[in-house]
C-alpha cells in the first residue's frame, strides 16, 4: 500500500489544518496509520496513530489537545485534523501504514509516503 498525504499548506499561528492521507495501490485494512513529522536539522518524531481497528489512538504530547487522528475504512483515509497550530509544528508532516508496538500506542511504518509540507508563521 501507497500513502498519498494532502493539505498541507502555509498558515498563521493559531490556525487549523486538516491532512489526508489515502491509500493508494492497496488498502489500510488491517494497518495500524500514523503520522509523522520532521522539521528542519531535527530527528523525525512520531505525531498521531490509529490502529487497524480504530479504536486505539496515541498521540504525541507536544500535539495532545489539539490534533485529531480519524480513520475513514470506507475511503481508505486517514485525517489528522490540526488545531491551534503554533510555528514549533513546521515540518514536514508523513503518513504510514504499519503496526503499534505491543500494548503501546506508539507506532512503527512499514510503507511511507512522500510527505506534504507545513509551516505555520507567527
Known amino acids: 500500500v501507497q500513502p498519498v498525504e494532502s493539505g498541507g499548506g502555509l498558515v498563521q499561528a493559531g490556525d487549523s489544518l486538516r491532512l489526508s492521507c489515502k491509500a493508494s495501490?492497496?488498502?489500510?485494512?488491517?494497518?495500524?496509520v500514523g503520522w509523522f513529522r520532521q522539521a528542519p536539522r531535527k530527528e523525525r518524531e512520531y505525531v498521531a496513530g490509529v490502529n487497524w481497528s480504530g479504536d486505539s489512538i496515541g498521540y504525541a504530547d507536544s500535539v495532545k489537545g489539539r490534533f485529531t487522528i480519524s480513520r475513514d475504512d470506507a475511503n481508505d483515509t486517514v485525517y489528522l485534523q490540526m488545531n491551534n497550530l503554533e510555528s514549533e509544528d513546521t515540518a514536514v508532516y508523513s503518513c504510514a501504514a504499519g503496526a503499534f508496538r505491543g500494548r503501546s500506542t506508539t507506532m512503527d511504518g512499514y510503507f511511507w509516503g512522500q510527505g506534504t509540507q507545513v509551516t505555520v508563521s507567527s
Open positions: 495501490g492497496g488498502t489500510f485494512s488491517g494497518y495500524a
